[in-house]
Structures are given as C-alpha cells and as structure tokens.
C-alpha cells in the first residue's frame, strides 16, 4: 500500500509535465525558440553573457552566429572561475554543485566538472517526468511494489577550490524535491549503502536488499553488466545471504527455492515474480549486454534509457516507440550532421526540427548549467518521429578515437562494423571490443570477445572484420605500411565483469562506464583472461587500397 501510494503521489506530480511535452511535440522549433530565449534572457548579466552580447542577441541564428561551438576545454576557464567560488560566471543562479564525469573510455582520472544549478536539475525533470509518467500509464503494474535505482559507491567527500560540493548523492538527487523523498519511500536498496566503500561489501549488501524485496517492480541501472555480476554472485553468497535473511523464513524459503531452479533465469524468476521493468543503456555496443539481461529475466521487460549524460538530458525512452524522443523541453540542442567520410560538418548545424530521418548527427547544446553551445560528442540517429519531434538512437562517441600510428579509427564506425559484422554471422557477443595492443610484434587491434561460438566463426568474423576496417582509408595506410599488423582475436573469461571493475578501481564510477566498441588505451591483454584464437586474415590488399 505503501508503495502504490508514493508512485501515485509521484505519477501525479509528473503529470502536467507529460502534458506539456506532448503538446511540445507538435511545436518543436517554437518550444526550442522559447528554451533559448529563456536562457538567454535569464544568464545576460553574466561573465559569459556580457562578453558574447546575449542582451543584442533577437535569433537562433544570432546565437549561432555570436556564440562559437565549444569542447569542454575551452569552456574550462569560465567553469574553472565558477567553481573558484566566483559568482555570475556562467549564469546568474549560483552553482549548487559540480558533477564529475570520466569523459570518453580510457580516460579514467581526468574528470570534468558539469557546474549544477537549479535551472539545469529543473531541465533534468522536464525530460525525467513525462519518461516516469508514460512507464507508469502503460504499465500500472509498476505502481504496486518497490524499485531498484542505481546506487554507487561514494567517492571521499570533495569540494572545489570555492568550496561548492563536488557529486550527488545518488540517482535520485535528479529527480529533486518532494519527489525525491517518494522515490526514496519506494527503493529497494537504502541510499545510505553509497557511503559502503568497499566494493565486495558494497555488491553484497545491495544483493541482500534486492533478495529481501518480493515485491521488486522496476530495475533501473546504467550498465546492465553491473546487474549481471551482482547476480552471479547468488550461488556463492547463499549461505551468508540466508543467513542475514534467517527472521524472514518465507524469503529464506524462496530463497532456497530459488537456487533449486535449473537456470539464471529460472532462478531470478522465483526470487522476483512481479520484475516487470529493467532499464538500462541498450543503444550501440549495450545492446548485447541488454539482450543478455532479457534473457536472464524473461519475466521482465527491457527498455533502452535513451541519451542522458552528465552534462545534459538529451532523450527519454517511450513505450511502444522505437527510439527515444528528444527531450526538447529541456536544453536548446543543435545537431552537426555527419558526412559520409565520418566528419561532422559544424559550421552548420541543424536545429530539433530539421532534423531527418536515418540519417547521423553529433548533439550541440546549451543549458541552464552555463554549457553555450558545448560539444557534446555523442552520435545519435534518427530512427522516427512523434508529431514533430524526432526519436533518435544513440550510435556512440564521436570523439572516442583511437590513433597510435595515423590509423584514426572512432568508436561510432568500430561499433557500425562489429555490429554489422556480428550479425551477419549470428554471432551474439556478451562483450565485444577493439584496442591496439602496441605491445604484440607487429602491434595490431585485438577483438576481446567474450561469446559462445567456435574457433572457426570467430575466425571467420575477425576477417569481416579486418575487411571493414580497411575501408578507412588511414588505417588501411597503416596496414599497408606494415604499422600495423592484421586484426587479432582474444578470447576473453567474464570480459564484462573484467573490464568493469578495473575503470571501478581506476576511480570511476559504475555508471559512468559505458560499453564501449573502442578504448583507445595499448595492453589491455594482460588485463583480461583468456587466450588469442590462431587465425589468418586474408584480407591483405583490398581492391579500394590502391584508389
């Protein structure tokens, strides 16, 4: 009762939001016109609103035209006076907190600091709300029990130089307010398990909250690989877990019951029989980890979180839709259009509204956060519309790129070509990834593969892979240059779990850790285990490599 109570109270509290977005998707270019208007309007009296003349500025293409693009580094000196303390910076609300974010894979320990207003967690819940309200009006079901929101493990308390708190508290720190204690009311784990630092500790307290709630409704994790090695360690915890669970003899019993079963996913089935939702990323190089959660909870369904990044809420998923739509109540957002050759064409970007359909776009926004016109890197497609507004698929990193001998390969086209080449051969891969190992002689990329096939597919996916590699013109150059030797496969043990809890003990948080088609960082063979399958890459000199 409890439960159906405070989502109730939550479902009202998103609605007026959910009403306002669908009528926003009938006047895209108008609501995107008021979204800059509004920040511009409200940030004039600023460092940066004075120096780029927002006060003259009556136009999108004003904007456009007056405020250049901008990567997080050269926007890091006004952010750096910000969190020195230093008032109407970047905006004219002072700056509640800094959010770090690791940034692109293999760039663990150079974290970015995302400035944190009021405005920008208001621009978070406009996109958050009708997300919340469409999951509950399509399945009322969610209502009735607890929730799992991502936790993770808190980092030493930090401020910056101005003393401004550096990181929230856990997820729910977004959706704000009121609403924030609701959510708290309904988890399934306490918030209070982030100030557990040990890690083994940390997993094993969060799986005995989860054992302990029959009533589980909905999974909401951002790397659903952090799900996956939480319940493989059921069968070796299962004393202990039964242990801790001895007052409450019918979980104890299902317990018992539930490592009975055959399967994972029998298992997982009798311990939570209500699971009716897990989200998680299921875009690009998630969609195989995705696929590997339906299938360890068949009695649930998987729905894919759409874009959110630190910086900015850019999509939210929608029931029945494919896609994700475009949170366009929430920042102004500008797309650079990416050519054919794989470059994006800034110089003139699209607006929400003009965007079209199947074809690829890196993201641009502006937020209430004091972010003008930032880079953002992420490739997204566009798969549909609703109304006016497009419902785009995240495609991967646009500044991920790996280049240690001119070879300039970018995480978007490696996750294109082993997709591409995984399907084709029905090759279902619970972890898939390219680095150059500049260690091995010749240095060569090396699939770390982790998938249940024979030595002879992976052989056989290794030279399409090769093949579609060497389209690129640089790193076919590099081939032929004898830089570079061909594609090499590694057959990894548990790549997923591997891979994760080694950017954990590098200091970044689980749900920061994306995955990845591409790191751009050498070695990574000693990291996993597991052994190099022995083939041959035929594929020495293709037909385009003299063009």
Wanted: charged residues 25%; glycine residues 8%.
């Amino acid at each position: 009762m409890i439960c159906a109570a405070a989502n109730g109270l939550w479902l009202a509290g998103c609605a007026s939001d959910a009403v306002r977005f669908r009528r926003a998707t009938a006047r895209v270019c108008a609501e995107q016109e008021a979204t800059l208007e509004r920040l511009l309007r409200v940030n004039a009296d600023t460092e940066f609103g004075r120096s780029h003349q927002f006060t003259r500025l009556r136009s999108v293409s004003d904007y456009q035209r007056c405020v250049p693009i901008r990567s997080y580094d050269e926007l890091r000196p006004w952010i750096d006076r910000a969190a020195g303390g230093i008032p109407d910076v970047l905006t004219r609300e002072p700056v509640r907190l800094f959010e770090p974010t690791s940034g692109s894979t293999g760039s663990a320990g150079t974290n970015k600091l995302v400035p944190y207003t009021s405005s920008l967690q208001q621009e978070f819940q406009r996109g958050i709300r009708p997300w919340i309200a469409d999951l509950f009006r399509n399945d009322p079901s969610l209502m009735a029990g607890q929730s799992y929101w991502s936790i993770s493990p808190a980092v030493a308390s930090r401020r910056t130089a101005g003393g401004i708190p550096i990181g929230f508290e856990d997820d729910s720190c977004y959706v704000g307010g009121w609403q924030r204690r609701l959510v708290q009311t309904v988890m399934a784990a306490p918030a209070t398990l982030r100030h557990v630092s040990d890690m083994e500790r940390f997993r094993y307290l969060t799986l005995l909250s989860l054992v302990r709630a029959p009533a589980l409704r909905l999974i909401s994790v951002w790397n659903s690989t952090f799900l996956s090695i939480l319940l493989d360690r059921l069968p070796d915890w299962s004393e202990a877990l039964s242990s801790d669970l001895h007052a409450d003899r019918r979980r104890t019993a299902m317990l018992t019951k539930a490592l009975g079963t055959r399967t994972a996913a029998e298992r997982h089935a009798t311990l939570w029989p209500h699971l009716r939702l897990i989200s998680c990323w299921a875009d690009a190089n998630a969609a195989a980890p995705a696929a590997q959660i339906a299938r360890l909870f068949p009695q649930a369904r998987v729905q894919g979180k759409g874009l959110i990044a630190t910086e900015g809420f850019i999509s939210f998923p929608l029931a029945g839709r494919e896609g994700a739509a475009l949170a366009v109540r929430s920042h102004f957002l500008e797309f650079a259009p990416i050519e054919s050759d794989g470059r994006a064409t800034e110089d003139a970007p699209c607006l929400a509204h003009q965007l079209e359909h199947g074809r690829r776009y890196t993201v641009i926004l502006s937020t209430g956060g004091g972010l003008y016109r930032y880079r953002l890197n992420d490739t997204i497609e566009v798969v549909d519309r609703l109304n006016e507004c497009p419902l785009i698929r995240f495609a991967g990193r646009q500044d991920l790129v790996s280049d240690w001998f001119g070879e300039k390969l970018d995480e978007a086209f490696v996750g294109r070509v082993l997709g591409d080449a995984s399907n084709a051969l029905g090759v279902l891969p619970r972890f898939a990834m390219l680095a150059c190992d500049a260690t091995l002689g010749p240095p060569a990329y090396v699939l770390y593969i982790d998938a249940d096939v024979a030595g002879g597919t992976l052989a056989l996916l290794a030279e399409r892979i090769e093949r579609e590699l060497r389209r690129s013109v640089h790193y076919d150059y590099a081939r032929r240059l004898e830089q570079l030797g061909p594609l090499r496969v590694f057959r990894a043990e548990q790549a997923a779990e591997t891979y994760l809890m080694n950017e954990i003990r590098a200091g970044r948080r689980a749900g920061d850790v994306k995955p990845t088609a591409l790191d751009r960082r050498s070695g990574l063979t000693r990291l996993f285990r597991g052994t190099f399958v022995e083939i041959e890459t035929r594929v020495e000199d293709p037909a385009w490599a003299s063009v």
